[in-house]
């Protein structure tokens, strides 16, 4: 979990940066990289939709469906009015099966973290290229 969530927090942090610094294609990248992937983590990783909301999320309705593949188990009290991290929260002790849930969360919400955050670089670039016909080759 560490190394996902490290490599995630990392990757959006250099692309602020990059969006701060650079322009061109370069920049249009960093800023559509860090807007689509900071909305993700905020999304995903805070407490501000309730369970009702975080099933129309794409990231979690995913995560959840893919827990029994990858032999993990919803949390014991698997409540519908709590947040997925909530519920994984809940019974969470070392080595229990609930902490096998939440690190099982943490590193997919990563994952996805990431992949937005590359989806949202892909479409910066290609918008600041369409809007700027001299760099049209």
Aim: proline share 4%; with cysteine; glycine share 8%.
């Amino acid at each position: 979990m560490t190394v996902a969530f490290s490599v995630m927090f990392s990757l959006l942090v250099a692309a602020t940066l990059g969006a701060l610094v650079t322009r061109d294609t370069t920049g249009a990248y960093c800023i559509g990289c860090a807007v689509a992937g900071w909305m993700h983590f905020l999304i995903a990783f805070t407490p501000w939709f309730q369970r009702g909301m975080d099933r129309v999320f794409i990231s979690v309705y995913i995560v959840e469906q893919l827990a029994p593949v990858f032999g993990h188990k919803f949390a014991w009290n698997l409540n519908m009015n709590d947040s997925l991290i909530e519920n994984a929260l809940f019974n969470y002790s070392p080595g229990s099966p609930a902490d096998d849930y939440f690190l099982y969360v943490v590193i997919g919400f990563s994952i996805f973290t990431i992949v937005a955050g590359l989806i949202g670089g892909s479409l910066g670039r290609y918008l600041f290229r369409r809007t700027n016909p001299a760099l049209q080759n």
